[in-house]
């Protein structure tokens, strides 16, 4: 197994690995006098799964919205492709190529698979929706990523199942060329054959060289998917994990506070 301990937003040694995406070092940020995250660095790298992990307020939702451009941090250097950028706003966040897709993928369940992955982003023709250019962009898309599941671009979202929806929220993440997917909770409250679904989809990102985050407290489907597992406990990123240099029980000592890279060291 190998920990990093210092610079957690660096990628452990062991051959080249490409240049982050983004990078985010030092961050730091508060509610009052709750320090929620405390110096923390984290990356993600093009054509890596990157796994954040840790157990109910170490800080994870915290670190995404910031990400996000939700809720600014208070101190700290976050850059993208290697330049220092300040994301303020989720405007500013999508304008770079991050894409959030939240536990409730925030579909309409009265508008069809077209209509939602356009939503507020619609495409026109003159005075008028094109709804053939974006059924064949929506359409584009799905294959793009494998996705063979949807029988038609025009159902509503409301009779499709839980990892079709899940596939459908996804997709509308990457269909404006995002460059960074970070999933929340993809797979809470799938069943076996949907949650299989959501990660063969996982794995296609990873294949089309996206950065992709997946936040997950099951470590099942971490260990499934992911190349690097960061761990946060109480505000704190306590280690930096290669999935296939470690086990799901070394990773529950970091999530609990049993271990931490300084022992490691």
Known sequence: MVTTTAGLGEHPPGGEEPA????????VKSFGPVHVLRGVDFAIRPGTVTALVGDNGAGKTTLIKGLAGIQPFDAGRVQFEGREVHIDSPRAAAELGIEVVYQDLALCDNLDIVQNMFLGRELHRGVTLDEAAMEHRAGETLRGLSVRTVSSLRQQVAQLSGGQRQTVAIA??????????????????LGVAQTEQVLALVRELRSAGLGVVIISHNLQDVFAVADLIYVLYLGTMTACLPAAQTTPGEVVEYITGGRTAAQDA
């Open 20 to 27: 982050p995406f983004l990078s985010a070092t030092g961050i």
């Open 172 to 189: 509308r993440a990457v269909l404006w060329n995002r460059k960074v997917v970070i999933l929340d909770e993809p797979t809470a409250a």
